[in-house]
Each structure stands twice: as C-alpha cells, then as structure tokens.
Nanobody
C-alpha cells in the first residue's frame, strides 16, 4: 500500500528556513500529483503547495508564495518543501499528500481530492 512519511519538522525562530521531506513507497511515484497541506491547532487543514506529475507545474497558497518552494525527486520518490522567511503563523502540522492522476501537468489543491496522506510533521515558529 501507499505510504508517505514526512520528516524535517522542528522548532525554529521567525525568519529561519526549514526543509521538509516526504518519502513515498508502495506506489509508482511518477503517477502521483504531490502536495503539502498544513493544519494549525483548532483550524481546518489548508492547502500549502502542489507539484504536478512531471514537476513542471507548481501552485502555492497565497500566504506562502514567494517563501516556500515545492519540488520532487522522482529518482528518490521524494517530495520536498523548502520554507524560508518563516513566520509564527506558519506554525502547524504539515502533511504530505498524494493522488494518482492521468495527465502529467495537472495539479489539485483540495484536500478532498488527495487519497494518500502522511502522518504529519510539526513545524513551530517562535517569534
């Protein structure tokens, strides 16, 4: 079965950078659109970033655009989220998500579309 495992979370200060990774197994990675979502305490799970199957299309939430970068390494079955200029409001549990799709350049941003999820990794940004 599909397994997604996040790593790289931690406690950082405002303005710092952090790199999250998501290792995937049990799937044909190149068939999958990959994304990151986050959920702060007491809130719903929000879209952060997504990358298409072929890696050529990315999309970001407005709150992270210009600060976060999503990428994929198909040789390693891994998705990364590079986060810079972190703010306290970026504090959340970050989840990796994936979904199989037929076209290579498509992305989705709704959590309801994604079928496979990791357990999440905590990111805490102190002021």
């Amino acid at each position: 079965q599909v397994q997604l495992r996040e790593s790289g979370g931690g406690l950082v200060q405002a303005g710092d950078s952090l790199r999250l990774s998501c290792a995937a197994s049990g799937l044909i990675f190149t068939d999958f659109i990959m994304a990151w979502f986050r959920q702060a305490a007491g809130t719903e799970r929000d879209f952060v970033a997504a990358v298409s199957r072929n890696g050529r299309t990315t999309y970001y939430a407005g709150s992270v655009k210009g600060r976060f970068t999503i990428s994929r390494d198909d040789a390693e079955n891994t998705t990364h989220l590079e986060m810079s200029s972190l703010k306290p409001e970026d504090t959340a549990v970050y989840y990796c998500a994936g979904m199989s799709w037929v076209t290579t350049g498509t992305i989705f941003t709704s959590a309801d579309e994604f079928t496979d999820w990791g357990q999440g990794t905590q990111v805490t940004v102190s002021s």
